[in-house]
């Protein structure tokens, strides 16, 4: 699913990406994703990836400054649900994240590719926290160990808009 965004929404982003990224250095937060050299760029494209996930799940975005292990707490399936919303630039990206955040692990992780001229975010996909974060999804990257669930193994995101989960087959991940 492609989620377009309107000049307003990206007026929004660029601003409240720099209030964010302001913010954090003001505090001495040291978050993976903050890097001088990207000047934001990287809270930039998270919140473009929030922005769509509330425009499909007609949710609000978070403007706490407060770090909380989730994007959103929002009704999916009948209950209330935590999902964490990952975001990247990389039109070819997967899910990735952190092996400390497998002890406050949401319901839910997307995975949102914003697109090179950042209009669009392609929704990617989901899987659930508790399928997310299992062993044998822990990879060694470049950059440390990380959880690892690549886009096609991703369940599609209409299976969350919908009222009932969907029952499928094949290798897809943590059916709702």
């Known amino acids: 699913m492609i989620v377009n965004l309107s000049k307003k929404e990206m007026d929004w982003c ?25 000047g934001g760029m990287d809270e930039l494209v998270g919140l473009m990836g929030e922005v769509a996930f509330a425009k499909i799940f007609k949710a609000e975005v978070n403007k706490d400054q407060k770090v909380t292990p989730y994007d959103f707490k929002i009704p999916i399936h009948g209950s209330v649900k935590t999902v964490d919303v990952k975001s990247t630039p990389l039109k070819y990206g997967n899910l990735l994240d ?9 319901d839910y992780y997307t995975l949102c590719i914003v697109s090179e001229q950042q209009s669009s975010v392609y929704m990617a996909g989901w899987v659930k926290g508790e399928d997310f974060f299992q062993p044998n999804n822990l990879k060694h990257m470049k950059y440390g160990k990380c959880y690892f669930v690549s886009r096609e193994e991703l369940n599609p995101i209409e299976d969350l808009l919908s009222d009932k989960p969907k029952q499928r087959s094949g290798k897809k991940m943590g059916r709702a």
């Open 14 to 38: 660029r601003d409240f990406a720099k209030e964010r990224w302001d913010h954090c250095r003001s505090v001495g937060a040291k978050r993976h994703r903050f890097d001088n050299k990207k």
């Open 98 to 106: 952190k092996p400390f955040h497998k002890n406050i692990a949401c």
